[in-house]
């Protein structure tokens, strides 16, 4: 299984953008990076994926290295409601057999 | 359309008894995923469906849990019978494609006392 780390914690203050790294240097040449969020209680919710080029959506950005063995989640704007756990997973090509590690605890604060 | 629904949203339940989780998934979709969620272990992937048929179940802990598709819009989660050990919240989230992105339940959470 490829696999993916993450820092444990990170603190952000409302309105600034939210950084969120991670790394997979094990990921192999055709599998998608994947990031989702799951805010307490609630099922992770998906953001945004993607597998070379950086990809923007009207939640947030991911910026993809060009040796792809790590990528950041960007918030631009961060608001209270953006703090939850967030998980960047990959999944296996042999199926969509997607994983997760512990994820980052994202506290925004105000 | 709904997103993907999961009975019941809680069950309390006495060890050694049948416990039965349900999911809707989202209509289109053509893989539907288990997950089980624990302080302890996280988020771990137990079985996944493509096309109503499983395809990876190494996730499975024991013989005690199995699970059916029988179509595309129905799946359960059978618990039989249930331990301590099986308190956790239950996902069922489903995706249309191969890699394509996931769209999770509320969940179920499951206390077995």
């Known amino acids: 299984d490829a696999k993916t780390t993450q820092p444990p914690s990170m603190d952000c203050a409302e309105g600034r953008a939210a950084n969120l790294p991670c790394n997979h240097s094990?990921?192999?040449?055709?599998?998608?990076v994947y990031w989702y969020r799951q805010i307490h209680s609630q099922g992770p919710q998906y953001i945004i994926h993607?597998?070379?080029n950086n990809e923007t959506n009207e939640m947030a950005s991911l910026i993809i290295t060009e040796d792809r063995k790590s990528s950041t989640l960007i918030l631009p704007h961060a608001t209270l409601r953006d703090t939850a756990v967030y998980y960047c997973s990959d999944p296996q090509t042999s199926g969509s057999r997607l994983t997760f590690g512990e994820g980052t605890q994202l506290t925004v604060n105000p | 359309d709904a997103g993907v629904i999961q009975s019941p949203r809680h069950e309390v339940t006495e060890m050694g008894q049948e416990v039965t989780l349900r999911c809707k998934p989202i209509s289109g979709h053509n893989s539907l995923f288990w997950y089980r969620q624990t302080m302890m272990r996280g988020l771990e992937l137990l079985i996944y469906?493509?096309?109503?048929?499983?395809?990876?179940d190494s996730g499975m802990p024991e013989d005690r849990f199995s699970a059916k598709m029988p179509n595309a819009s129905f799946s359960t989660l059978k618990i039989q019978p249930s331990e301590p050990r099986d308190s956790a919240v239950y996902f069922c989230?489903?995706?249309?494609?191969?890699?394509?992105?996931?769209?999770f339940g509320s969940g179920t959470q499951l206390s077995v006392l």
């Open positions: 094990t990921i192999s040449g055709n599998e998608y």
């Open positions: 993607g597998l070379k």
């Open positions: 989230a489903s995706s249309y494609g191969g890699a394509g992105a996931l769209f």
């Open positions: 469906f493509n096309n109503n048929v499983p395809i990876d």
